[in-house]
Each structure stands twice: as structure tokens, then as C-alpha cells.
């Protein structure tokens, strides 16, 4: 069972900051994808952005593309979501996943971390 672990979520104003990651100490992450989803209340989980290990391609869908960042670090086996510019819309809990057979992942998840976004 890969183990993921999030952390970084917190309350910010609109137009503010924070930093996600995902920690695993699974030795595959490296042939993994790390995906970021999120889920706001009363809606489906939906996701955000991507990593694929392997050669490092992100992909990262259109209401946060030039706002959030997805980086990795290799040494650490922790993935990143850099957010950036928030929005009150980008409230959600977010939830990090891996999986091997590429972008977005669903085969492992995290327990979500809570990010909110005050006007």
C-alpha cells in the first residue's frame, strides 16, 4: 500500500499563497504520475495538476494554469503545489494521488488537506 501523506493547507486572503505537499516513502515514486485533485463542498472531486516522474511532464488544468506550480523533489520523495494568486473558488480540500500508468492518478490516495480562501 503506497502511503501519501499531505500537508501545507491552511486559511489565506484572496490573493495569497500557499504551498502544498505530498510526502511518500513509497521506492516507486520515481515511475509514478502525482496528481493534485481537489474537492469543494457540494461538488465532485476534480482535478488540478500533474507529474509524471518518469520524464517530469506536468500538466495542470485551465482555471489554475500561470497560478499553481507542481514541482517534485526527488531526494525527499515529496511533490509540491505551488499556489499562488488564490481565489475564494479555489476553496477545496485537496487531495494528492499516485499511480503508475501516467496523469492524474487514482490508484493511491492522501487524506486531504483543507485549503480555504477568504474574500
Known amino acids: 500500500e503506497v502511503q501519501l501523506v499531505e500537508s501545507g493547507g491552511g486559511l489565506v486572503q484572496a490573493g495569497g499563497s500557499l504551498r502544498l505537499s505530498c510526502a511518500t516513502s513509497e521506492p516507486s515514486f520515481e515511475n509514478y504520475a502525482i496528481g493534485w485533485y481537489r474537492q469543494a463542498p457540494g461538488k465532485a472531486r476534480e482535478p488540478v495538476s500533474c507529474?509524471?516522474?518518469?520524464?517530469?511532464?506536468?500538466t495542470s488544468v485551465d482555471s489554475v494554469k500561470g497560478r499553481f506550480t507542481i514541482s517534485s523533489d526527488r531526494a525527499k520523495n515529496t511533490v509540491y503545489l505551488q499556489m499562488n494568486s488564490l481565489k475564494p473558488e479555489d476553496t477545496a480540500v485537496y487531495f494528492c494521488?499516485?499511480?503508475?500508468?501516467?496523469?492524474?492518478?487514482?490508484?493511491?490516495w492522501g487524506q486531504g488537506t483543507q485549503v480555504t480562501v477568504s474574500s
Open positions: 507529474i509524471n516522474m518518469s520524464d517530469g511532464h506536468t
Open positions: 494521488a499516485a499511480g503508475p500508468w501516467g496523469c492524474y492518478p487514482t490508484s493511491y
